[in-house]
C-alpha cells in the first residue's frame, strides 16, 4: 500500500513545534494527492491547513496506533522516526516510569536523578539465565547478554556506555560490573570480584569531580577489562584510561569543583592521622575554593574518605603507600597556595618566608630555595653562554600551575598501575568482557582543546557502530534469505580523515608544537590555509581565533586559544630537576620514570630558546594528541576484535529534577549518540518484523473462514498479506518471519481496529435489538395476565348458583372419605413391616449379646494366664536386679585388685625395659670386640702362615661342627613331630569339649519342656561345665608357655652355634692367605720372633680386658680367673692361641646363658601375671554362684533397685578389663619375639657364609610359631563358641519364658501369608492380582478360624518386634537397606517406610541386649549411609523424596517408643510394652532431625529445578483462555529468540502435571500429610513469587487479558488442591500477592472510587509493586485507556500511610520454617516380615 494512502480521517501526524520539537495533530480529512493543505485538528482544539506541494508532496510524520506506543523496543515502532522515538521515549520515561528502552542493539537508558528499587539481588538473579528479549529492558539484561554470548561463543565482549556529562555512565557502569561480580562468584578466598567493585570508590575520588551538569562527572575515559576463566568465573580486571581533565586541578569554572579527593581529604584533617599534613578547610586552599563551591548537597566528604579508605584496604594497597598518595596530594593544595608577588619590571618573586612553600618542601623532601627560584625564572642556553631570566608573575603562576597537574597526572597514573595489581591474581585469562565508560558527544558555548579530543574519540566509536549495526542487518537478512540491498547512510571517514590524516588537524597542531615560538593563532592559520578547501572544516564569520568542524552529530566552534599549551603538555626542565632531586621516593620516581621512558610521559618538555641538538626521535616530540590517537587506535582494535554491546545514557534535563523531561535536550542527545541514525538506517529497510506465529494471532481476526480452516499456518500468512497489501514490495516472506516496510503494520492495524469496529456494531446491535424485545416481551406477557385476570373474574360472576354450590361441596366430603380410607390401609401395611424389622433386629441384637459375653469370658482367661506369667516375669527381673546389685559391690572389690596387679605389671615392664637395654649396650660392646678381634687377626696372620696345621685343624672342627648341626636339626624335627602330635592330641580334645557342649546343649533343649522350677538345676550344671572349660584353657595355656621355652632353648642353642660358625668363617678366610705368604714367612720367622712375643701379650691383654668387660658383674671372680690362661711363655704356640679363643668363646656363653635366665625369670613374672588373671576369672565364676544363691527378695531391696540399677554398666568393664590384661600380656610376649628378631637379624649380619642355612632354620622358627599363633586361633574361636553358646543359653531361656504366652493360630498363619505376598510380587511384578487373589484366602481363613473356634494345639511363637544381628553383618545390613534399595521395588511401595521400621527394629534390639557400642556405631552407620545416598543422587527427585519419608519415619518411631509420656498417649498397650528400656536416644534424634531438615531443602530444591522452567510459559505465556490473544510485535531483542517450528511449550496443564506428579511420589513413599502440605505450600509460593517477579520485570505482560489468564490458571491451582484434599496446607494464601495483582491489571483505573478500591483490596501487595503495575499497564486494543499519571499519584497518595517492604521484588528462594510433628505410626512391629528380596537372611527375628 502506499505512503500517501495512509494518510485518511481519524489518523494522526507529527507537526514540528518550537516548544516541544514535535506536536500531535489528527487528520480530519482525506488527503488525496494533488491536494495543497492537509486538515490538521491539534489536541488543544485548534484547527490548522498544512501546507503541502502538490507535485511532490512532503507530508508530516504519521504517528504510530496507540497500540505501539510505549514498546519496549523501537525498532517495533511501525513508523521509525524522530517523533515517534521521542514520543514513546516520553511515554515509558514519563507516565510509566521505565528508564531502560531497547532501540535495536542500543540500550537507552535515561538518568531518573532518583533512587529506583530496581537493583538488587533479587532483580539480578531474576535477570541471571534470561534471554535478552524476555524480560523488560534493563541493562542487567545487556550485562546476562554479553555474558552469555562469552560463555557460548568463547569470544570476548565489550560493553560502551556513552552519554553526556549527567547522563549516568558511571552508574550504569558499576552495576554492569556489579551483575558480573554477583553472577560469576569465584568462591575462593581471593574474592576478585569484590575488589573490582571496590575499586570504584577509589578510581572515582581520584578522577569524578562536580560539573554544572553533574554532581558525580568522570573527568576521564576508562575502559575496564574483566577477566574470566575457562568456568567463567572472573579472575582479575585490568584498567585503562584516557585523557585525565588535569586542568581541572588547578581550575574549575563557577559551580563546579575539584576532584572529590581534596575535599575528602580536607574533611579529615582534624583526625590524628593527617596532622602531619598541617591541612586547611577545603574553603582556604586556592585549588579547592576557586569557584564557591566547597560542598554537594547531600554528600558527606568525610563519609566517602573513609570509603575511599577502606577501599586502599580491600585491594591490598598498604599503609606507606597511602600515606605517601596523601602526602601528595596536601601538598599539591599547599602548593596552590604558594604566594607568587609581582616584583616589577616583568619579574616576579616567592617569599621565602611563605608557609605553604615550606610544608609543600617539608611533604615533597625538595629544596625550598631551588623551587622558589626556579617557580621565577627560567634558564636559557646560549651558544656561548646559559643564561638565568626572570619571568612575570603571570608566567611563574603558569609554571606553578603545570607542575601542580603534572604531579597530580603522575600520582593519577601510578595509582591506577597499582589498582590493575591489585586486580591481577594468578591464572590465565581465557576470556574477558570490557566495560567501556567513555564521554559522548559534547558541545558547549566554549569549546577547547577536551571537547576536540573528546569529539573525536566518539566519532571513531560511531563510525564502529554504523559497521556493526550493518554487519547485524546483512547476516539477518541472509539468514532469512532476504535479498541484500545497500543502504545509503552517511559515513564520518571523511570527518576522521580531516582530524587524524596526514596534514589534518592534529598533524599540524603537531608540528605547531615543535616550534618553540609557535602559537595559537599561527597555527590556526595554516589551518585555514591547508583545509579551507574541506568541506567538513569551515571558518567562523566573526571570530578569527576560532574553526569549524561538521561531525556527524552537529557542527561544534572549537577556539584556538590553549590548544597548542594543552597539547605539549610542558614543564619547565629545572623545576622536573628539582622534582627528581626529592627525597621523597614517590616523588622522586614520578619524574626518574619519565625521565628513562619519555613515551610514556604525559607531556613534552619543551625549552623556551633553542635546544641543542639532540637525535630526531619521534617519541622526544610525544604530545598529548598523539597519545591520545594511539590509545584510541589500540582502543579500536580491541572493540574490533569483541563483540560490542552499546548502552546509551540520555540526561532528561538540566535541571536534575526526577522524572522531567526535556524534549529539547533529549533530541539533541539523541542525534549524537547515533540512536536516531540507527533508526533511519532501519526505516530504509524493513523495519517491521514478525514471525508467523504472532501474525497469525494478532491477525486471524482478518482471516476468512477457509484461511482459518487451512494447517499450514505460514501459507495462511502469505495468503492473508497478498490479498489484503496489493504491493509485494512493501513486504518480505523469510524463513521464519515475516518484513514489514515503514507504516506497513499501521496499516495492518488500522484494518483490524476497522474489523473490530464493525465486529462491536454489529454485537451493540443485536444485543440492543435483544434487550428492547425482551423488554416487549415482558410487556406482553403482562398485558396478557391481567386480560386473563379480568375476564376470569367476569366468568365467576356469571356462572355462579346455588346448585353449582351444592355439587361441589358434595364432592369435596367424597374425596375426604376416600382419601382417609386409602390413608388407614397404608398404615396398617407399614405397621406391619415395622413390627416384623423390629423382631428380626432385636433378635440379632440378642445373638450379638451372646457371643460378646462368650468372648468376653474367653479374654478373661486369657488375661488371667497372661497376668501370671508377667507376674513370674517381674519377679524373675526383681531377682536378676538384685544380683547385679550385690555383683556391683564385689566388682568394686575386684576392680582395687585389678589396680593393684596393674601396678605390678606396670614395675615388670620398666624391668623388662632395663634389660633390654642393657641387652643392646652388650651387643654394641661385642660389635666393638668383634672390631678389634678382625684387626688382631689381621696381625696375627704373618705368624700364622708358617703353620699347615691350622687349616687341619680348622677343618675337623668344621666337620664336628658340621655333625653337630645335623644332630641338633635330627632332634628339632623329632620335637616338631612331638609338637604335631601334641597339636592334633589337642584339637581333639578340644572337639571332644565341643562334642561335650553340644550334646548338652541338646540336653538342656531336652529339659526346656519341663516346669520352671528346674531351670535354675539347669544354669548350676552349665556354669560348671564352664569353669572345666576355662581350667582346661589354663591347662592349655600352661602347656603353651612350656612349649614356648622349649623353643626359645632351641632357639639359643642355634645361637651359638652360628656365633661359633661365625668365628670359624674368619679362620677360613685367612687359610688362602697363609698359602702364599707361606714361603716369604719362614725365611722371616726368627726375625719375628721376637715381635711375635710382643704382639701375643697384647692380645692376652686384650683377651683379658675384653672377658672382664664381658663378665664384670655376671660371675664371680675366680670364675673369671679361671677363664684366662696363666702361662704366658707358651702363648706364642698356635694351641695355646686356641685356647684363648676358646676362653673368649666360654665367656660368651656365659653371658648369653645369664641373659637367657634373665628372660626365663621375665617369662616367669609373666606366667604369675596370668595365673592372677586366671585367678580373678575363677572368682568372677565364684561370684556368679554366689549371686545363684540368693532366691529370696523381700520389699527393701525392691527399692534399692532403683537407685542402684545405674551400676549394672560395671559388669561389662569388669569383661574389658580382663581383655585388657590378656591384651598387655599378648604384647608382652610379642615385645619378647621382637628382641628375638632383632638377635636373629644381628646374626645373619655377622655370618655371611651360612646364610641359606640360617634362612631354613628362621623359616622353620616361624612355622613353629605359627603353630602357636594357629593354637591361639583356635583357643579364641573356643571362646567365641563359649559365648555364643551362652548367648544361645540365653536366647533359650527368653523363649522358655516366652512359651507361657498364648497366642492365636490365626495371627501367625496371616504373617506368612503376608510374607508370601511380598516374594511374589517382587518377583513377578503383579502387583494388584496377586494382592486381592492373597487378601480373599486370609479372608476365606480368617472365617474359616472363626468358625472353628477351639484353640490352637500349639502355642505359636510370640514375636517382639525385633531384628538380631551380628556386629559383623552391620556393614551388609546398611548396604542392602540402604545404599543398595532402589525406591522403585514392590516391596518398598507396597510397605511405605519398611526400611525405616527394618532399621529401628534393629536399634531395639541393641537397647534389648544393652550394648551401647553398638547402637553407637549402628546410628552412625546409619546416618552416614543416608547422608551418602543423599550426595550421590543430589538430583534425583524420587531417591530423595523416598529418603525424607523414610528418615521422618525412624525419627517417630525412635519418639514413639522412647518411654516418654507425651508421645505414648496415642500408642497401643503392645506399644508401651515395647518401648526402648536402656538408652535414651534424644541426641540421635536431634541429628537425624537435621539430617531430615536436610533432605527436606534438597529435595525442594530439586523440585523447584523442574517446576521452575514452565512456571512463567505456563502462568503468563500460554494461553489458557482462547480467543483473547494478547500478542504484540516484539522488536530486534526477540527476533533471534523466534522460531516458526511449534516447539514443545509449557502450559498450566504441565504444571499441574509436574505437581501431581511430585504428590503421587510422596504418596507412594509413605510421606506423611502434613509433610506433603508444606512441600506444596512451598511450591506454591515459588509458582506464586516467580509468576510475579516476571509480571514486574515484563511491561507485555501487564494487560487485563493477561490478569484473566492468570486468575483462570490460579483457579486450575486450586482445583488441583482440592482433588488432592490439600485445602488445609495455606498453598492458596501464597498466591494471594499473584491474585491481586491479577485483579489490579482487570480492574477499572480511573475514578477515585476505583483508586480507594485498590487501596483496600491489594494488601499483600506494597505500593511500590501496585505502583509499578499500575505504571506497565499496558493495552492490548485501541479500545483499552491507558493508566494516567493523575490515577497513579491518587493511589500513591493513598499508600503513604501503609507500612511494608519497599522491595519490588519477593524472595522466590524463600523457604518457610519446615517442622517435623510427632505422627505415631499404627504399624505392629512384631507383625512385620522381612521379603527375601532384600537379602537380610542374616537377621533374626526375635
Known sequence: MALLELYTQYNRVWIPDAEHVWKSADIIGDFHFGDNVLELLFEDGTEEYYPVDPLKPLLPPLRNPDILVGENDLTALSYLHEPAVLHNLKVRFVESRIIYTYCGIILVAVNPYKQLPIYGDAIIHAYSGQNMGDMDPHIFAVAEEAYKQMARRHKNQSIIISGESGAGKTVSARYTMRYLAVVSKTGSKTRVEDKVLASNPLTE??????????????????????????????????????????????????????????????????????????????????????????????????????????????????????????????????????????????????????????????????????????????????????VVKPVPKERAVNARDALAKQIYAHLFDCIIIRINKALRVPGKQHAFIGVLDIYGFETFNINSFEQFCINYANEKLQQQFNLHVFKLEQEEYMKEDIPWTLIDFNDNQSVIDLIEAKLGILDLLDEECLFPQGTDQSWLQKLFNYLEVNPLFEKPRLSNEAFVIQHFADKVEYQCRGFLEKNRDALYEELVDIMRLSKFPLLANFFQEEEQHSGNSRGVKVRPARPSVKPANKQLRTSVGDKFSSSLSLLMETLNATTPHYVRCIKPNDEKLPFEYDSHRVVQQLRACGVLETIRISAQSYPSRWTYIEFYSRYSILMSHQELHLIDKKQTCKNVLQRLIQDSNQYKFGRTKIFFRAGQVAYLEKLRLDRLRAACVTIQKHVRGWIWRRRYLRMRAAAIVLQEYIRGKRTVRKAVSAATLKQGWASVVIQRYWRGYRMRQIYQVVLLASITIQAFTRGWLARKRYKKMIEEQKALVIQKYARAWMARRRFQSMRRLVLNVQLSYRVQQLRKKIDEQNKENRGLVERLTSVATAHSQSMERLQGLEGQLEKLTNQKASVEARETKAKENADLIIAQLQKETETLNLEKQNFVKKFETFTQQTKDGFDQMTRKLLEEKEYEALLRRTAENTIDILRQDHEKEVETLKEEIKRLKEERISLQRTVEERGQVNCDLQEQVAQLSKHVKVIPELHRDLNNLQNQKLNTDQKMKQQSDEARAKMNDITRQLLSGVVEDDVLLGLIPHNSEKIC?????????????????????????????????????????????????????????????????????????????????????????????????????????????????INNIFQKKMKEESSRSRHLEDKLEEMEESKRSLQSQMEELEEENDRLKRQQLMENEAKTKLIQESSHLTAEIMDLEEQLDQKNRLVKKLQSQIKSLEAFQKAKQTPAPAAPKDYLGMFKYKREDEPKLIHNIILDLKPRGVVVNMIPGLPAYILFMCIRHVDYVNDEAKLKSLMDATISAIKQVVLSYVKDFELLSFWLSNTFQLLNCMKQYSGEEEFMKQNTPLQNKNCLQNFDLSEHRQILSDLAIHIYHQFITVTEKSLTPAIVPGMLEHESLQGISSMKPTGFRKRSNSTYEDSETHTISSIIQLLSVFHSTMSQHGMPHILITQVVKQLFFLIGATTLNNIMLRKDMCSCRKGMQIRCNISYLEEWLKEKELQTSNAMDTLKPLSQAAWLLQVNKSTDGDAKEITEKCTELNPVQIVKILNSYTPIDDFEKRVSSSFVRKVQSLLQDRDGSIQLMLDSDYRFQVTFPFCPSSQALELLQLPSSLHLGFLTKI
Not at 554366689?1186 to 537407685?1203: A, G, P, T, W, Y
Request: aromatic share 8%; with cysteine; proline share 1%.
Open 205 to 386: 575520588a581520584i578522577g569524578n569531580a562536580k560539573t554544572t551538569r553533574n554532581d558525580n562527572s568522570s573527568r576521564f575515559g576508562k575502559y575496564t577489562e574483566i577477566s574470566f576463566d575457562k568456568k567463567y568465573r572472573i579472575i582479575g580486571a585490568n584498567m585503562r584510561t584516557y585523557l585525565l581533565e588535569k586542568s581541572r586541578v588547578v581550575f574549575q569554572a563557577d559551580n563546579e569543583r575539584n576532584y572529590h579527593i581534596f575535599y575528602q581529604l580536607c574533611s579529615c584533617s582534624h583526625l590524628p592521622e593527617f596532622q602531619n599534613l598541617r591541612l586547611l578547610s577545603a574553603d582556604e586552599f586556592r585549588y579547592t575554593c576557586m569557584s564557591g563551591e566547597v560542598t554537594i548537597e547531600g554528600i558527606d566528604d568525610r563519609k566517602y574518605m573513609e570509603e575511599t579508605r577502606q577501599t586502599f584496604f580491600l585491594l591490598g594497597l598498604e599503609e606507606d603507600f597511602q600515606s605517601d598518595v596523601f602526602k601528595v596530594l596536601a601538598a599539591i593544595l599547599h602548593l596552590g597556595n604558594v604566594e607568587i608577588r609581582d616584583s616589577g619590571g616583568d619579574k616576579s618573586s616567592v617569599p621565602g618566608s611563605d608557609p605553604h612553600l615550606e610544608i609543600f618542601c617539608d611533604l615533597l623532601g625538595v629544596e625550598a630555595e631551588g623551587l622558589a627560584c626556579w617557580l621565577c625564572h627560567r634558564r636559557i642556553i646560549l651558544v656561548a653562554e646559559t
Open 1133 to 1245: 704356640d698356635s694351641e695355646d692361641l686356641m685356647e684363648v679363643f676358646d676362653g673368649l668363646h666360654k665367656a660368651t656363653r656365659i653371658l648369653e646363658n645369664h641373659m637367657k635366665e634373665q628372660k626365663e625369670i621375665y617369662e616367669r613374672q609373666v606366667e604369675g601375671l596370668k595365673l592372677k588373671a586366671d585367678h580373678l576369672q575363677n572368682e568372677n565364676s565364684q561370684l556368679q554362684n554366689l549371686f545363684q544363691e540368693k532366691s529370696n527378695v523381700n520389699e527393701s531391696i525392691r527399692q534399692e533397685v532403683s537407685r542402684l540399677s545405674s551400676e549394672n554398666s560395671v559388669i561389662p568393664e569388669m569383661k574389658l578389663q580382663l581383655s585388657e590384661l590378656q591384651r598387655q600380656n599378648k604384647e608382652l610376649e610379642a615385645h619378647i619375639e621382637q628382641k628375638k628378631m632383632e638377635v636373629a637379624e644381628k646374626t645373619e649380619e
